[in-house]
């Protein structure tokens, strides 16, 4: 949603990474351009609060007048109201009305590291990144991405992954290293603890950049130890 000025960072008396609407419209943050004259706020509507946006609401400006109507409770005592503010541009992305995603995006489970593996070694994801069908038939997407899964950055970094094997010189667009974050594995590792002192531990102790993806599906190994029930 496009407003014509920066009306949250006036109501909350400083700058404002994201928001949390007591509505369905859920988790809202301004655009990260920064600086930016924008004036752009998404939000992020997840399971039964997305249902409840698009009840009884036929097209994309029925819904934008329910996640305004949530902004404007959430700064009740705001000189501009959003509503008020708000140009009149906006869109609504539905990812759970897509046939072949349904809205969904994959999640770590106790079995998608084995072996006291990382994000490089002993990570289940590398097997959804074997070509099946003699090397015909490649996979990517956000699932098969070892460092930024769930995101679209990782879907876009594994659909150049996937092309540098069929062509070694196709184009990229993505960085040439990521840098890990650290803190949730850390606070993961740490909740694990406070319930069993002598929880393992897979983080290491620093975190330098990783390296590049490899580039063909041969730097990849071909075969995969089963996994073990927790």
Partial sequence: MKFDVDWWTEAAG??????????????CWPSYKTPSDDHIIICF?????????????????????????????????????????YSGVGKVFDWGSKEYTLGAYSYVTVDTFYEGGDAFDGNARKALQEPVANGRILFAGEATSLLMAATVPGAVDEGERAARAVHPHAPSHAPTSYPTVPGAVDEGERAARAVHPHAPSYAPSSYPPTSPYPTTASDFPTTYPPTEQP
């Fill in 14 to 27: 400083g700058a404002v990474a994201w928001m949390i609407a007591k509505g369905p419209a859920a988790w």
């Fill in 45 to 85: 509507s997840m399971g039964q609060n997305a249902k409840d946006l698009k009840a009884n609401t036929n097209d994309d400006g029925g819904i934008i007048a329910k996640a305004l109507g949530d902004l404007d409770a959430m700064f009740p005592s705001a000189a501009q109201k959003p509503s008020e503010t």
